[in-house]
């Protein structure tokens, strides 16, 4: 487990001021984690926060998410205040926030009500208020489809699909909105996990977020959030189609490369049955 007086803190403020203070007592405890980052609680008295180290993969620009986290928790944006940044001794860079409490665990159409009007926040954020920050731009291909040259019956249908929808960059995305990375606290909600914060197109990234709901929450679940992103206007009438079979290429690439992403009852009959009902792909991908 890292050790705190071995990050080099490039912003942090009282928090981090008990931390460095000699003689304060803390705790720490590991908390779920992915493949691109460890994840800690940190305790102070009764004060919490959480503190994540990217490895030397994961090449995360934390000064922008620092920076970030800050305008947007001042605009009343649903996130974490942040409370400090900063390097490692290995240089993997470092983000403190607050505990902003436990993933949902339970759903109904006024929480998912709240979801949809979370990201549609983010979306119409207006870049102008930033203050100079410089949001990165990718190639949507590149950034989102890893190892793609390896999977030619992908590569085909994006090649296909990709310049039929008239990919934007002109709003900031999240990248990556699922159940895991929204918490909730004393009735709080918190976006978490801004690593793939880019430019992008709201279309896709409410695509995305609306696929892995159905996938992982259930058909209920997801026809609900879909139903409420149409109604906020998130889609063209022709679009949603298109835009659902880009997140659903990306999904099973990104299973292909980690089969635990298709494991659990009923991913895979759900996936199944949104191949089967988009008809800009085959129902074989997945066989």
């Known amino acids: 487990m890292i050790e705190i007086s071995e990050i080099r803190w490039q912003e942090g403020g009282s928090f981090v001021d008990a931390l460095l203070t000699p003689g304060s007592a803390y705790t720490m405890a590991s908390l779920i984690s992915g493949l ?4 800690v609680k940190i305790s102070v008295a009764d004060n919490h926060a959480v503190l994540k180290v990217w490895n030397r993969e994961s090449k995360s620009d934390v000064g922008l998410q620092y920076y970030l986290l800050r305008i947007l928790s001042a605009q009343g944006i649903a996130v974490s205040q942040p409370l400090g940044y900063g390097l490692d001794l290995e240089g993997n860079p470092v983000l403190l926030t607050p505990y902003d409490g436990q993933p949902l665990q339970k759903l109904n159409k006024s929480i998912l009500s709240t979801l949809v009007r979370n990201l549609i926040e983010i979306h119409r954020f207006p870049i102008s208020e930033l203050k100079g920050l410089s949001l990165p731009q990718y190639d949507f291909v590149r950034y989102f489809f890893p190892l793609i040259e390896k999977h030619e019956d992908i590569k085909l249908l994006l090649e296909q699909l990709v310049p039929k929808v008239n ?6 995305i999240h990248g990556d909105y699922n159940l895991g990375n929204i918490l909730y606290l004393n009735g709080k909600y918190s976006i978490i996990d801004w ?11 409410a695509a995305w977020s609306i696929l892995l709901m159905k996938v992982y929450a259930g058909e209920r679940n997801g026809s609900t959030y879909q139903s409420l ?5 998130a889609f ?43 008809p800009y792909l085959p129902e074989d991908l997945l066989a």
């Open 36 to 39: 691109e980052a460890e994840v």
């Open 167 to 172: 990919m934007r960059q002109n709003c900031m």
């Open 195 to 205: 690593t793939n914060i880019q430019l992008g197109d709201s279309r896709y990234d």
């Open 229 to 233: 992103f149409m109604d906020e206007g």
């Open 236 to 278: 063209a009438a022709d679009d949603f189609e298109l835009f659902e079979a880009l997140a659903c290429l990306r999904w099973i690439l990104l299973s292909r490369i980690a089969p635990e992403l298709s494991k659990g009852r009923g991913i895979l009959t759900r996936a199944r049955s949104i191949l089967k009902n988009n």
